[in-house]
Structure formats: structure tokens, C-alpha cells
């Protein structure tokens, strides 16, 4: 067999061949290999140098914590720089939710290291549960430093746990001004969403949650600092790097007189109402106290359950501002100004009705709370023997259109210039408004009504005193208090000073000689003061009288008033919440009163009262909180969120018109305190002690 012949198209592999075949192989390779290098080398120098700023940061940040510190708040002021709402120096600790490994046991070592008590800690699990993870939740604040140190030296073992050294709100005269300046707490996840500041999230920072403190929150908060400090992976601090201090908020400054404002609270004692008093040049308002109230530094910590449970079951309700959400029925304080609207509709004031205790209109007879009458009548003994059937008689011939204008010309129905959430203006019924409310003709028995405060009308006591320092001053005042020491003069009412001057004397009668508030002299010589008094019914005579029994069923009381006399400079209205009468109103107009011209004695009056009511305001109030203490303690229901606490205070107390229209004029006996007949009537003022609240 022949042999094949050798592949004419293959080269034999020799080893020249094979040499060359291994080093294109290896060219290959090494050029992949240096490809990948360059591409290496590539990446680490743009990480090194382009990219350089932003790791060497990471890494920086990684060494180093850099943390808010929450600026100081503004103060709020009276108007001689009293401080009304300040801070002071606090060490608190905070939970931060989402830090927290194991919640039970965190809380557990907490109640152990800061004697928190079962109904306490119950609250923070609350709000624990409520908050959105990132937003800081306080477990307690003014530490004392033994406590505070006790869990400085357990951070490791307590995650989530911040201990810090700050600012707290502090309000020197608790719940005196509760109403007036509201309260600060926690941000809420609304309150973030809408900011997207991280300010809001710091432990430790407080945002305006009511009134003043809320309306004024972006110039109170100032400018927060920043601290940083290097640490380790495990966030021992090594030193500290460096501090950038806040800047505290700018100061608010009001009219108010803080000292005035606290007494007046006090002053107010167990009695459910409210007392305003303007500053008859300006406007100025010098206290503002809606009681029972508040304590806003205990809401600054948080709402806590025991404290929600005695505020929502107190029928006093202490949660709403009785001064602007406040609506009653403003009984005869209105007749001074309905006898103004009589002189300037052109009634002779020397025009009189035999008054016999009651007045037939149409076919009823509408009573006078002095079931034996007055006798000869005209406007002077009208006003300060509050005679219903004077006002009866006249009103009839005015009518109600001009007296609806006069009311509203002096304030009542209005809604002031004010910077609170809102307010509750009342009704100034007159024919237009009710053909437009309930579809009838005003009625003659309508019109008797109003003119003694009775029926559809309703006010607040803010306009209550915006009406008795027009009706004082002749000028047209609003109420402020924001102070402004350049505000311009207010301009005149209008009124001729012959008028003012009648409807003056009859208010000073009322109180210093022949009227029916006797015992509302204030004890100072040289000083008279001029009110006048006001009784509103609540319910039907039938019902009761009006002066004991139920609470809910007395009668409302109101004062008045304004001083010297002579010279006026200070109005004050004064309502009492189911007080009986006047007879619970006019004591406390007299005292604060007191006060404006010599504090010492009114404080002296005020002394006895409080051992009488077991103690001061604040005493009062521990006492109460310790007794739900003890009776509910961590059993007492979750305390809402702060803005539902804040809704439920602004429900007003009244629809701001009647539902049902009261067709029963009714004015009960204002029970004078002196005889109403032979006494000398008060001799005018010729000098004036200065007051001594700036």
C-alpha cells in the first residue's frame, strides 16, 4: 500500500514555530492585563483627585457628628419688659423612635434611672405610637443634674436615648396667662411636612402650639447653633471640634401688665369666667384672664393623660378663652348705652314713666326686676336704679334700628383686629337680622328685649370692654396688645360731652351713691369709679330664680366699670359664668381696680380669699392633679394630640346667633346693696391720685 502524502496546506510544527505561536499568546495577554490596569489606574485617579472633595466629606462625616442645637425663644414681655413667657437653663431626655432597639426595656431603665411614674410612662408610649419614628419624643425635663448624669453614663447600653443640656419655656405665672400667650410643644408630622425643616425633628425643639406663642412663632424661634464633635465608629465622643452658638428669637412685647394680669387671675378665684381691662388713651389692653385655665408650662411638656382627663371633665371648661370665645347675654350693662342712643336719637333725659314694676306691651306685661317699682322715673334713676320699665317705655318709641346702631357703634357684634386664632362675635339683633335668621317680622316684645340684654343678644367680653372704654373715653378705641408706643391718637366718637357727661354721672351714682352696686366702691381716697351693673338670665323663671341651685342654671354676672371718674383711664368689664348675679361680679371689678391704684391693699384683700379658697392658683391646681393621681393614675384615657387639644378649645360657647329665638323679656333683681331711697348722690372728684400701673 502506498503511503499518504503530507497536508500541502499546513506548515509542520517546529520549534521556531511553536516560539512564535507562545509569545503572541502572551502579547495578548499582556496587553488585556495592561488594559485592565490603565483602566484601574484610570478609576483610582478619578476617585483620588475628581472625586477627592466628596469622600474625603464622607469620611469626614463618618469621624465627625455634627448636630443642631436648638435656638433660645424670644421672650414675650409686658409693657414695663416684665417677662411674660421666658426660658430657663434645663437638662431633659429625649427618645428618638426609630433609634430604639427595645422599647420595653429602654422605658424600663428610664422609669428606674429618672423615677418616672406608671402614668407617665404611659404617656410617652403614647405618644411613642403616635409619633412618625424621626420626630423626638420627650421623656422628661428640668432634671435634676444627678439624674441626668445617671443616664449620660448608660448611652451605650440605651440606643435611641438623648440626654442634652438647653433651654426650656418657662412661664413665671402659669396658668394667669395661659389664654394670653398659649404654649409651646413638639412639631407634629403635619408641621414637618409642611416645612421640611430639620429644625423641626431636634431633640429638644418647641414650636408655638396656641394664641400668641403660635402666632408669633417664626420671629420668636431665632436661628439655631450647631456643635461638632469627632467620634468613634461606636459614637463615643473623642473631643469636641467646635460650636456655633444659636441666636435667640427677637422678644415680643404686649400692652399687658404683667403683675395686673396675675392678680386679676387670681382675683378670680373659683369662679368660671373672665376679666378685661383697656387703658381708656389708647386701647391698650392691661389683662386679658379667662379662668380657670391652664398651666402652659406643664402643656409645653406634652399633654399628659391625668392633666387631659381633669381639664375635659372640669364643667368650667378651663381649655376655652372665655375672653374672645366667651358669649353671654350682656343683661343691663347695655342700658348706659341705650340711654346714650336715646339722647342722641333726642329724648329729653328729664322725660320720665311712672314705673309700678311692669309694663303692659300689647297683651303681656313684661316685669322690672323691682317687682314694686321705681315710682317717677327719668334716664339718671333709669341707669343707676337699672329701672327695666324706663327702658321698656322709651325703647318702644326709639325703636330698635336706632339702638342696634348705637350698640354696634360702640363694639358689640364686632371682631378686632387681634392676633389669636379667631373669635366669636355675638348677635346685635334688629329687624333686618331676624327676617334674615328666622323669616319674621320684628316684634315690639323683640325690642323690649334687647333693651335690657336679653333675648337673641350675645357678646363677648372683649367687646364688652371695647364698649364701656368708648363710652368712658368719647374716643373710638380698638383693643391691642401689642404695644405700640407711637400709635397714633384714636379719633372721637362723635358723642356731645352733655351726653357723656349724664350717662358718667349715672354710672358713678350706680356705684357711690343712690344705685345698686354700693359695696363695688373702691377704697381708695380721692378715686371713685363709675360701673354699672348686669344680671342674664340663663333659663326660664319657672325654672328656678336664678341665684342658687344648679350651677348650670344661675344666672350670668356682669360689671363694668371705668376710673377715676372724673378723669378716666382704665375700663374694665368683669363676667362671671353662672355667678348668681352682679352681686359675683362687681367684688372682683372692685379689686382689681384696687390694685391699679394701690396694690398693697388689693393684695392684702386677695391674702384672705385665697386661705378661704385653700390656697393659691397653683396651689390649688396640684392639689387637683395629685386627687386624679391618685384616683386614675396610668388608668386615665390617652390624652389627645395637641392640635386636637387645640380644636376642642377653640369650639366656641355659643353659636355665634341664638338657634331658637327667647321671646321672654326676663331681668332678675341685680339685689342692690343699699337702700334706694334719702341718700346724698356722690360728690364729684377734684383730684386724682396718679395710678401707679405704668
Not at 341 to 367: I, K, M, Q, T, W
Not at 528 to 556: C, E, F, I, P, S
Request: aromatic share 8%; proline share 8%.
Amino acid at each position: 500500500m502506498a503511503s499518504r502524502p503530507p497536508n500541502p496546506g499546513k506548515l509542520p510544527m517546529t520549534a521556531a514555530r511553536l516560539t512564535q505561536t507562545f509569545e503572541r499568546r502572551t502579547f495578548l495577554l499582556g496587553a488585556v492585563q495592561g488594559g485592565v490596569g490603565l483602566l484601574l489606574g484610570g478609576r483610582l485617579a478619578y476617585l483620588a483627585v475628581t472625586q477627592n472633595a466628596k469622600y474625603a466629606a464622607a469620611s469626614e462625616s463618618n469621624r465627625v457628628n455634627l448636630s443642631l442645637i436648638p435656638p433660645r425663644r424670644g421672650w414675650v414681655l409686658d409693657r414695663n419688659g416684665v417677662a411674660i413667657a421666658s426660658n430657663r437653663a434645663d437638662f431633659r431626655v429625649d427618645l428618638i423612635p426609630d433609634r430604639i432597639a427595645n422599647p420595653d426595656a429602654t422605658l424600663a431603665t428610664l422609669q428606674s434611672l429618672l423615677d418616672l411614674t406608671p402614668d407617665h410612662v404611659a404617656d410617652i408610649r403614647d405618644k411613642i405610637g403616635k409619633s412618625h419614628g424621626f420626630q423626638p419624643v420627650e421623656v422628661a425635663s428640668k432634671l435634676e443634674w444627678d439624674k441626668f448624669a445617671a443616664v449620660s453614663v448608660r448611652l451605650p447600653e440605651l440606643p435611641g436615648v438623648v440626654p442634652q443640656r438647653g433651654f426650656s419655656r418657662f412661664y413665671p405665672s402659669g396658668a394667669a396667662v395661659g389664654h394670653l400667650v398659649g404654649y409651646v410643644g413638639p412639631a407634629s408630622a403635619d408641621d414637618y411636612v409642611r416645612e421640611h425643616n430639620p429644625l423641626l425633628i431636634t431633640p429638644g425643639f418647641k414650636i408655638g402650639k396656641d394664641a400668641l406663642e403660635k402666632t408669633f412663632d417664626v420671629k420668636l424661634r431665632g436661628v439655631p447653633g450647631a456643635r461638632r464633635v469627632e467620634a468613634t465608629a461606636s459614637g463615643r465622643v473623642v473631643r469636641d471640634l467646635g460650636t456655633r452658638e444659636d441666636v435667640p428669637g427677637a422678644p415680643v412685647q404686649l400692652t399687658v401688665h404683667a403683675g395686673l394680669q396675675e392678680y386679676a387671675a387670681r382675683r378670680m378665684g373659683l369662679e368660671s369666667g373672665s376679666v378685661v381691662v383697656m387703658d381708656c388713651r389708647t386701647g391698650d389692653v392691661l389683662a386679658m384672664v379667662s379662668m380657670p385655665c391652664y398651666d402652659p408650662n406643664s402643656f409645653s411638656d406634652g399633654i399628659g393623660r391625668i392633666e387631659w382627663k381633669m381639664l375635659s371633665e372640669n364643667d368650667h371648661v378651663p381649655l376655652r378663652n372665655k375672653v374672645l370665645r366667651g358669649l353671654y347675654p350682656p343683661g343691663s350693662t347695655v342700658k348706659p348705652m341705650v340711654a346714650l342712643s336715646f339722647l342722641e336719637a333726642g329724648l329729653d333725659p328729664e322725660a320720665s314713666v311712672n314705673c309700678a314694676g311692669g309694663l303692659r306691651v300689647g297683651n303681656r306685661v313684661f316685669h322690672c326686676w323691682n317687682h314694686h317699682g321705681h315710682g317717677a322715673t327719668n334716664m339718671l334713676k333709669g341707669i343707676y336704679q337699672s329701672c327695666d320699665v324706663y327702658f321698656y317705655h322709651f325703647a318702644q318709641q326709639i325703636g330698635m334700628d336706632t339702638i342696634a346702631a348705637m350698640m354696634r357703634r360702640m363694639g358689640l357684634g364686632s371682631e378686632f383686629p387681634m392676633p389669636y386664632p379667631g373669635q366669636s362675635f355675638g348677635t346685635v339683633p334688629d329687624p333686618a337680622w331676624k327676617m334674615r335668621k328666622y323669616h319674621k317680622e320684628w316684634a315690639v316684645y323683640d325690642t323690649v328685649n334687647a333693651t335690657i340684654g336679653q333675648g337673641y343678644m350675645l357678646v363677648n367680653p372683649l367687646q364688652q370692654a371695647t364698649y364701656v372704654s368708648r363710652l368712658a373715653s368719647g374716643l373710638k378705641l380698638f383693643p391691642r396688645v401689642m404695644l405700640d408706643r407711637h400709635a397714633p391718637q384714636a379719633p372721637s366718637m362723635g358723642f356731645k360731652q352733655d351726653h357723656l357727661d349724664l350717662i358718667h354721672n349715672a354710672m358713678n351714682e350706680v356705684v357711690n351713691g343712690r344705685g345698686t352696686a354700693g359695696k363695688a366702691r373702691i377704697p381708695i381716697p380721692g378715686v371713685q369709679m363709675a360701673g354699672k351693673t348686669g344680671t342674664a338670665q340663663v333659663v326660664g323663671l319657672n325654672m328656678g330664680n336664678g341665684k342658687g341651685g344648679q350651677w348650670k342654671r344661675r344666672d350670668h354676672g356682669h360689671f363694668i366699670c371705668f376710673a377715676p371718674f372724673d378723669k378716666p383711664r382704665y375700663a374694665l368689664a368683669v363676667a362671671v359664668e353662672h355667678g348668681g348675679g352682679s352681686g359675683s361680679a362687681y367684688p372682683i371689678a372692685r379689686d382689681v381696680m384696687t390694685y391699679l391704684f394701690d396694690q398693697g391693699k388689693a393684695m392684702a384683700v386677695l391674702a384672705d380669699y385665697e386661705k378661704q379658697w385653700g390656697g393659691t392658683m397653683q396651689e390649688r391646681m396640684a392639689k387637683e392633679y395629685a386627687s386624679y393621681a391618685a384616683k386614675y393614675g396610668a388608668a386615665a384615657p390617652a390624652a389627645p394630640s395637641d392640635d386636637a387639644a387645640e380644636d376642642q378649645a377653640n369650639v366656641p360657647a355659643h353659636d355665634d346667633e341664638p338657634a331658637t329665638p327667647q321671646t321672654d323679656a326676663a331681668s332678675p333683681a341685680p339685689e342692690p346693696e343699699a337702700p334706694l331711697v334719702n341718700i346724698e348722690p356722690a360728690p364729684k372728684v377734684t383730684t386724682t391720685p396718679e395710678p401707679n400701673a405704668q
